[in-house]
């Protein structure tokens, strides 16, 4: 690049310049003192690495899937435990309230 034509001499020091030049393709627009570089180009993935992610993607969503079945049954346990504890302890709890109205009656 020839620097009296390229704007970025003015701008970025030798190495930072190499850098700009590194890319693919650039735009460059002056706009009050600044310069402003605009990379437009997206590199694309191979098809064998879009299957490779997907792949990866799928195993990962199956693991989650799993995992998440393995916790919903394992609430569904607990709830039902819950229940029963639940109901035992109303049970207790009415005998103990039979137990002390006894215990005022005779005492």
Known sequence: MNSSYD????????????SFENLS???????RSAL?????????????????ARRLWMLKRRKMEMN????????IGIIKENE????KAALLH???????SQLQISG
């Not at 704007?7 to 190499?18: G, I, K, V």
């Not at 393709?25 to 706009?31: G, K, L, P």
């Open 7 to 18: 704007p970025l001499h003015l701008y970025f020091s030798p190495s930072r310049r190499r």
């Open 25 to 31: 393709f650039r735009a460059y627009c002056i706009h």
């Open 36 to 52: 402003f570089v605009f990379h437009t180009r997206r590199k694309r993935m191979s098809k064998h690495k879009k299957e490779k």
């Open 68 to 75: 998440n079945l393995k916790l919903y049954t394992e609430n």
């Open 84 to 87: 029963k504890l639940r109901k």
């Open 94 to 100: 009415s005998e103990n309230l039979a137990l002390q």
